[in-house]
Nanobody
């Protein structure tokens, strides 16, 4: 069993930056893909970025390429999402998720989810 806890959300002006963290407990991420999703009211939860713990392969949705960076800290068992050049349309609740499947944007493949952290970008 993996427990995930997100942190780092908040309010930021457009053009600003935030770094989200996803900490795991219960077991290590060593055989998992870890991803960030986001959701706004009335919309489907959307894939944002993922990283394969072993090897570090990454995958991004087109709308965040060049602005967001997903990374991991092996020693701390933490995954980060560095978000730069934030836009109002990035406003959402951001969720961390873990999957035993190889890197994938498919929500159904993710077995474990955190509670989410709110990111609000003002214009």
């Amino acid at each position: 069993q993996v427990q995930l806890v997100e942190s780092g959300g908040g309010l930021v002006q457009a053009g600003g930056s935030l770094r989200l963290s996803c900490a795991a407990s219960g077991r290590t991420f060593s055989s998992y893909t870890v991803a960030w999703f986001r959701q706004t009211p009335g919309k489907e939860r959307e894939f944002v970025a993922a990283i394969r713990w072993s090897g570090g392969s990454t995958y991004y949705v087109d709308s965040v390429k060049g602005r967001f960076t997903i990374s991991r800290d092996n020693a701390k068992n933490v995954v980060y999402l560095q978000m730069n050049s934030l836009k109002p349309e990035d406003t959402a609740v951001y969720y961390c998720a873990a999957s035993r499947v190889v890197i994938t944007p498919q929500r159904a493949h993710y077995d474990y989810w955190g509670q989410g952290t709110q990111v609000t970008v003002s214009s």
